[in-house]
Each structure stands twice: as structure tokens, then as C-alpha cells.
């Protein structure tokens, strides 16, 4: 059971280049989220999606596009890399909470570290 | 959304209770608190939550004050692994998004 597995762990891209990260994972939950760490900030949220198919804007979402094809699969993509998109890039699931108001534990990546130069 | 307040940092000795503060004072009656902590650059882990009761699990313990605009989250017996950033945030109500501030960054010392 790895859990929640991003890839890549490292990149380094030019500016104006492409990309796509990878989020997968394995405990069958239905809702995923990308955020964003900066130097000494805490994480912002990028998109988010509450099942397949199904995508939402966060925080920040502007640069970045995603895709829910899969319910164990979600993929982040910058289509023209900027040096503001240098950060920690953080991805997370958790399981359906049908209330809304009872828990939601979310499971987070290792991370992947993005330098745009 | 209801907003929190952390501390910067904190430091704490080996052995003893850690007790990391969080105002919440807009907090909605429907709004739970939760905490995660981030070790290094490592994704962040959930810690505990609650509503209005007091929680505790084996990680750590959740006190709420009765009028819930405050929390302290206990660590019982810091160890030099406990040493990380600590958000205390709020969840937004009827939807599964976390906004997490700048948290509180625990120095635990030998």
C-alpha cells in the first residue's frame, strides 16, 4: 500500500517549457488536490476534484491545468512554465465525506520539487 | 472562512508537554478544527480534529475552549521527531477544502 505517490520527485525546466506531474494513488478516494508550497509559506490550493472526470479551481489556479481521467490519477500540467512556478508541489486524497461535515483526512505526496529557470 | 492565528515558533524540551495555541475566534458552530504537521519538506501529516469536545489519540490531544475561538494541541511527551511545522486549521464548511496559514514552527531540544 504506497498510499500517495507523486512523479517526478525533481525537475528543473526553462521558461515557456511544458510539463505534466503525476499524483496516483491507491486508497481508492475520491476526492484530489494539488497545492502549491512556497519558502517559509504553508500550502496553497491549486485545483481540487471531488471524483473522475471532475475538476475545480482553488486558491491559485492560474498557470495551471488539470485532469481527473482516473479515479486514482491526478494529473497537474503547466503549459508555459514561468520562474513564479518555482515551488514544492504538493499532491493529496481523501475519502468522500457525504455530510460535509464529518472528517476529511487528507493523505499527502512527498512532493515534487520544481525549478523554473 | 474562518481564519487562525499560530505563533511563529515555539521551542520545547525533550521529555516534556508541547502546547501549541491556535486562535480561531470567527469560527462557525459547524466548522471543525483540524491539525496536521509538516517534518522538514515532507507532505504534511494529519495530526487530530475536533468540533466542541476534547480529542485525544495516540499522537496528541485536542482542547477546546467552551466558547471553541481557541484550541491548544498537546504533545504529551515531545521527542526530538515531534520537532516540525504545526498548521491548525479550519475547515471550511460544506466543502473538503483545508486553507492552511503559516502554522508554528516546534524547535523540540535535547
Known amino acids: 500500500n504506497a498510499g500517495v505517490t507523486q512523479t517526478p520527485k525533481f525537475r528543473v525546466l526553462k521558461t515557456g517549457q511544458s510539463m505534466t506531474l503525476l499524483c496516483a494513488q491507491d486508497m481508492n478516494h475520491e476526492y484530489m488536490y494539488w497545492y502549491r508550497q512556497d519558502p517559509g509559506m504553508g500550502l496553497r490550493l491549486i485545483h481540487y476534484s471531488v471524483g473522475e472526470g471532475t475538476t475545480a479551481k482553488g486558491e491559485v489556479p492560474d498557470g495551471y491545468n488539470v485532469s481527473r481521467l482516473k479515479k486514482q490519477n491526478f494529473l497537474l500540467g503547466l503549459e508555459s512554465a514561468a520562474p513564479s512556478q518555482t515551488s514544492v508541489y504538493f499532491c493529496a486524497s481523501s475519502d468522500r465525506d457525504v455530510l460535509f461535515l464529518a472528517k476529511n483526512i487528507q493523505y499527502f505526496g512527498a512532493g515534487t520539487r520544481l525549478s523554473v529557470l | 472562512d474562518a481564519k487562525t492565528t499560530q505563533p511563529p515558533s515555539m521551542d520545547c524540551a525533550e521529555g516534556r508537554a508541547a502546547n501549541l495555541p491556535c486562535n480561531h475566534s470567527t469560527i462557525s458552530g459547524n466548522e471543525y478544527v483540524y491539525w496536521y504537521r509538516q517534518i522538514h519538506s515532507q507532505g504534511p501529516q494529519y495530526i487530530i480534529h475536533?468540533?466542541?469536545n476534547n480529542e485525544t489519540n495516540e499522537m496528541a490531544s485536542l482542547i477546546i475552549t467552551e466558547d471553541r475561538k481557541s484550541s491548544t494541541l498537546i504533545l504529551p511527551h515531545a521527542t526530538l521527531r515531534d520537532t516540525a511545522v504545526y498548521y491548525c486549521i479550519v475547515r471550511v464548511v460544506n466543502t473538503d477544502k483545508l486553507i492552511f496559514g503559516t502554522g508554528t514552527r516546534l524547535q523540540v531540544f535535547p
Open positions: 475536533g468540533l466542541k
